[in-house]
């Protein structure tokens, strides 16, 4: 059974730092990962998708990296703004086209 | 385009009431996704529809929980006898096409609470 695990559970920094979240899973057979970000009572907005054959994506300030082999992912956010301030979920896709999703990571950035 | 939409936005009702929720994915998306968010327990697969057909029931929690997908569109999940434990957001997503290539966007989610 998949697991995925976010470290860690709450990240505060200041403004203009460059962070990184991390996700873990436990089994590679993935097809694609995919890290959001979720605003307090708000839907999923879908950040970066990584197929499995790819190693890594970008977007403005985010890079997201995969390494399959070791069941990892980063999600780095250059020159952090208080506007980042949300929780950052990652979500694998395994063999079923279900998500499997971490518990999150919840950033604050303060200004 | 529109995105995702879902309603309604919150339900309050008594434990042992049926409660509907809906769900209008992207235009042209065949495939359809029901999650549940619960306080500690993160965001859980429900169901999959891949056009009216649900290939992947396994998330349902019980036989208290249905859903239908029509015209390979719109989708209703039932909550039959609600149950304290119920009381969770609710997210829907959908996908251009079921395959490991394509993004699932989601829906603002409706907050179901069972009083």
């Known amino acids: 059974k998949q697991e995925v695990t976010q470290i860690p559970a709450a990240l505060s920094v200041p403004e203009g730092e460059n962070l990184v979240l991390n996700c873990s899973f436990t089994?590679?057979?993935?097809?694609?990962l995919q890290w959001f970000r979720q605003d307090p009572g708000k839907g999923l907005t879908s950040l970066l998708l990584i197929q499995s054959s790819q190693r890594e994506q970008t977007s403005g300030r985010l890079n997201a990296s995969l390494d399959k082999s070791s069941g990892r992912s980063t999600l780095y956010i250059a020159a952090s703004q208080p506007g980042d301030s949300a929780t950052y979920l990652c979500a694998v896709q395994g063999g079923s086209e279900k998500l499997v999703f971490g518990k999150g990571t919840k950033l604050t950035v303060n200004p | 385009g529109a995105g995702v939409s879902q309603s309604p936005s919150n339900k309050v009702t008594e434990k042992g009431k049926d409660v509907e929720l809906r769900c209008d994915p992207i235009?042209?998306?065949?495939?359809l996704y029901w999650y549940r968010q619960s306080l500690g327990q993160g965001l859980e697969f429900l169901i999959y529809f891949q056009g009216n057909s649900a290939p992947d029931k396994s998330g349902l929690p019980s036989d208290r929980f249905s859903a239908e997908r029509t015209g390979g569109s719109v989708s209703t999940l039932t909550i039959q006898r609600t149950q304290q434990e119920d009381s969770a957001v609710y997210l829907c997503?959908?996908?251009?096409?079921?395959?490991?290539?394509?993004?699932?966007?989601f829906g603002p989610g409706t907050r179901l609470t069972v009083l």
């Open positions: 235009s042209g998306h065949t495939a």
């Open positions: 089994d590679s057979a993935i097809y694609n």
């Open positions: 997503a959908s996908s251009l096409a079921p395959a490991s290539y394509n993004e699932q966007f």
